[in-house]
């Protein structure tokens, strides 16, 4: 039954002492502070008292939340100590069954400088901690103190950053895909972080954040991200803008491009009413991106002059004329894009 009992030799008189990773000393020496019993931090008091009896605490806590807490220990007249007897509350850190992270070594007896009554201030990780009295032949006073995830106290919202990565040209653009990294962290003795949402764009809903976001389309962009913790806080909305351009091609070579010009012919060959030209590009490297057309008005006498026409993405019916048509590349684009013949033109207003 008695777990991990350690004798205490000679010492019990000597050693009024507190350990605790965050523990404050409750006995400093013969000017006696009291360490505040409501500590601002701590909402949360935890506590034991002792009696007479060695095989049980009067009353512990058998629940906590995590974060910090005020431990209060008192084996004095007023919880039943009837005899003098010490007790100590200790917890045990070199069990890996159970959390090893808060130091408590608390001896009390009715008649020490603190009348039996002891405090320290801790911070309880999530888990199990085994506690338990070293007073020798005390060894059935023991228990476990579960603490469970926090949430009634939490009341702020994670701290959230993002990190864009990748290869920056010159004028700080990512070359070929950019990588949104986002993080989030709770407040110390907060609840955690539950999750990260990020969405991409003004427009984009909101997704689960799981991995880095990689945006390989090429502009310009924004990524928000928030973070919830487990209480249910989330932050505020925050953003990261970057732009994306194109890798760069080892494709050197231009379009083909070519020009049909159709329509209802008279005997001399003027197109009668309205004449539509095609035009089309193909590139074996990059492939076609854009194609671009301009046109110039050339008098025909008979014919009233057409409004000029503008870049447009399907064939377009256009005044006679000559014209100059250009198409450029598109980068990493293994297809080209063609522009397919109209079955019949529509015809400008004169
Ligand atoms: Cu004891």
């Known amino acids: 039954m008695t777990r991990r009992r350690r004798v205490w030799t000679a010492l019990l008189a000597a050693v009024l002492m507190v350990l605790g990773l965050q523990a404050t000393p409750s006995t400093a020496g013969p000017e006696q502070q009291t360490v505040p019993a409501a500590p601002t931090a701590a909402a949360q008091v935890l506590t034991w008292t002792a009696g007479d009896d060695i095989t049980r605490y009067t009353t512990m806590p058998t629940t906590a939340v995590a974060g910090p807490a005020t431990i209060v220990f008192e084996n004095s007249t007023a919880t039943g100590n009837t005899t003098g007897m010490p007790h100590t509350l200790t917890f045990v850190t070199s069990d890996p069954e159970f959390n090893g992270d808060v130091e408590l070594n608390i001896l009390a007896n009715p008649n020490d400088d603190m009348g ?17 009295c070293t007073i020798p032949g005390h060894g059935q ?61 003004a427009a984009g809903d909101w997704l689960p954040y799981t991995a880095p976001v990689v945006v390989d389309r090429v502009g310009g962009h924004t990524i928000r991200y928030r973070a919830f913790d487990k209480a249910g ?18 494709d050197t070579t231009a379009p083909e491009t070519s020009a049909t010009v159709s329509g209802e012919r008279n ?16 590139d074996t490297g990059s492939g076609v991106d854009r194609i671009q057309y301009a046109s110039a008005r050339r008098p025909t006498g008979s014919r009233t002059p057409a409004p000029s026409c503008s870049t447009r993405s399907a064939p377009t019916p256009c005044a006679t004329g000559p014209s100059t048509r250009r198409a450029t590349r598109r980068p990493r684009r293994a297809s080209p894009s063609r522009w397919s013949p109209h079955p019949r033109g529509t015809p400008l207003p004169p």
């Open 116 to 132: 039996g009554r002891h405090t320290a201030e801790v911070t309880l990780s999530p888990g199990r901690y085994f506690y338990h």
């Open 141 to 201: 006073m023991q228990g476990i103190l579960v603490v469970t995830e926090g949430g009634g106290e939490d009341t702020t919202a994670p701290n959230t950053s993002a990190r864009v990565g990748g290869v920056q040209n010159a004028q700080g653009e990512y070359v070929g895909s950019a990588s949104v990294t986002v993080a989030a962290t709770d407040e110390t003795g907060g609840s955690g972080v539950d999750r990260i949402q990020y969405a991409v764009d």
């Open 233 to 250: 806080n989330v932050s505020a909305e925050k953003s990261v803008n970057f732009t994306v351009v194109p890798p760069a091609s080892d």
């Open 267 to 282: 005997a001399d060959g003027t197109y009668v009413d309205m004449a539509t030209v095609t035009v089309t590009a193909s």
